[in-house]
């Protein structure tokens, strides 16, 4: 498999970014493995994956039937046949085979918090519109899918941080907390966060990446991360 994976997206919608990458470049998925991504969109994330690492299953599931018709037609795009399947549905309702490890690119915002897009389609991907759903769900979702110490990857926002060390609770250990700073001595605006599941071993806060030159062009980390399938 490429690399650089191939997408169809939808014309009105949530577009797959950088955000994405950096998500599957955090998992610490090994050929033979099994990856769940939570919310999974067209797949952008989940191919990013398979093209890091060979020998891995995906499962991906949405709540937009639309974007997993797409997700389902970007597999045999990526030449990835027999290595991943999509499934619509509520990730609160998911309950299936154990996995290695689960990521997700959660939406950013609570409902009522936010002025939502007028695409239904990019609200639903990028804010709960849902009341009663929060990020609590997704990291919920998460543990119940997980095979005893298998790892949960997540990408939010950096000011949400103390959010999902809280859900977390007594479910996960071994916290890894990876910031991404838009550029040297700016503050981080993403983190990304991993744990594993039923672990007691202490939290760390690692140095983290910057994804920009002064200039505006991609560090040399984030473009061997972007342009070469690197590991975070």
């Not at 039937?65 to 970007?74: F, T």
């Not at 045999?76 to 309702?93: K, S, T």
């Not at 594993?196 to 071993?201: A, F, I, V, W």
């Amino acid at each position: 498999m490429s690399p650089n994976p191939k997408l169809l997206q939808p014309l009105d919608g949530f577009r797959t970014s950088l955000d994405s990458v950096m998500l599957a470049a955090a998992c610490p998925v090994q050929s033979g493995q099994t990856v769940l991504d939570l919310g999974c969109g067209v797949g952008g994330a989940g191919f990013c994956v398979l093209a890091r690492v060979e020998g891995v299953h995906l499962t991906g599931i949405d709540i937009q039937e639309d974007h997993v018709a797409l997700a389902m037609r970007n597999i045999a795009l990526n030449e990835a046949e027999g290595r991943a399947v999509f499934i619509p549905g509520d990730i609160r309702a998911f309950n299936a085979d154990e996995f290695d490890h689960v990521i997700c690119n959660p939406p950013y915002l609570d409902a009522g918090t936010h002025t939502p897009s007028p695409s239904v389609s990019k609200a639903t991907a990028l804010y709960h519109s849902d009341e009663a759903l929060s990020v609590k769900d997704w990291i919920d979702a998460g543990f119940r899918n997980l095979k005893n110490g298998g790892s949960f990857t997540i990408i939010h926002r950096a000011d949400h941080t103390d959010k999902i060390i809280q859900s977390f609770g007594k479910k996960f250990g071994a916290v890894e907390i990876i910031p991404l700073y838009p550029r040297e001595g700016e503050a981080a605006k993403r983190v990304i966060i991993r744990a594993l599941k039923n672990r007691k071993t202490p939290s760390r806060i690692h140095a983290g990446l910057i994804l920009h030159e002064k200039d505006g062009r991609y560090t040399d980390v984030a473009d061997k991360i972007l342009r070469e399938a690197a590991a975070l």
